[in-house]
T-cell receptor
Framework: DSGVTQTPKHLITATGQRVTLRCSPRSGDLSVYWYQQSLDQGLQFLIQ???????AKGNILERFSAQQFPDLHSELNLSSLELGDSALYFC???????????FGPGTRLTVT | AQSVAQPEDQVNVAEGNPLTVKCTYS??????LFWYVQYPNRGLQFLLK??????LVKGSYGFEAEFNKSQTSFHLKKPSALVSDSALYFCAVRGFGGFKTIFGAGTRLFVKA
């Protein structure tokens, strides 16, 4: 158990809908990262937050947004969902900028 | 721009034999290098990292990795493979002072009994 929790574990929704994925980092970790893993794209970095502020951005679509709250949990919002958004979404946390990341179990999103 | 390459999609090895999973990287300045493992339907697990110091880094489950600056490589090794080592392995790199960690495409390790 990495100490990172993600909810929900599975999510099935229809195209055009909006969903929110939630992540709680390990106790004491200030950095939260979001990744998308699909079969054909591998592990894609989406966005990183550090103590509530956006720190780095990757290949995140404009339909996606994220935030980190004062209690350090983070949410990833996906809107106007398309079939191609079906993937595993991972959250990770780390204690410092240089440190290793600890990954949650992921949320499997299926868009039908 | 930083990048990382894992040239092999899959590595096959017999149980008890040594294994190597290759990784090369490109980054400005000194790199932070990481290896992670992913078992089916699980999140990635941290194995080991290189920040500075000794070029041979030891990690979890008997794995080690060798940093080679001249060849910009960070190959993962284990002296004696176990069937339970079969999984997907990711190499990752981050530039010194940078914030973004880039992951390789992953190498699937298959250890045959």
């Amino acid at each position: 158990d990495s100490g990172v929790t993600q909810t929900p574990k599975h999510l099935i929704t229809a195209t055009g809908q909006r969903v929110t994925l939630r992540c709680s980092p390990r106790s004491g970790d200030l950095s939260v990262y979001w990744y998308q893993q699909s079969l054909d794209q591998g592990l894609q970095f989406l966005i990183q937050y550090y103590n509530g502020e956006e720190r780095a951005k990757g290949n995140i679509l404009e339909r996606f947004s994220a935030q980190q709250f004062p209690d350090l949990h983070s949410e990833l919002n996906l809107s106007s969902l398309e079939l191609g958004d079906s993937a595993l979404y991972f959250c990770a946390s780390s204690s410092s900028g240089a440190g290793e990341q600890y990954f949650g179990p992921g949320t499997r999103l299926t868009v039908t | 721009a930083q990048s990382v390459a894992q040239p092999e999609d899959q590595v096959n090895v017999a149980e008890g034999n040594p294994l190597t999973v290759k990784c090369t990287y490109s980054v400005s300045g000194n790199p932070y290098l990481f290896w992670y493992v992913q078992y089916p339907n699980r999140g990635l697990q941290f194995l080991l990292k290189y920040i500075t110091g000794d070029n041979l880094v030891k990690g979890s489950y008997g794995f080690e990795a060798e940093f080679n600056k001249s060849q910009t490589s960070f190959h993962l090794k284990k002296p004696s493979a176990l069937v339970s080592d079969s999984a997907l392995y990711f190499c990752a790199v981050r530039g010194f002072g940078g914030f973004k960690t880039i992951f390789g495409a992953g190498t699937r390790l298959f250890v045959k009994a």
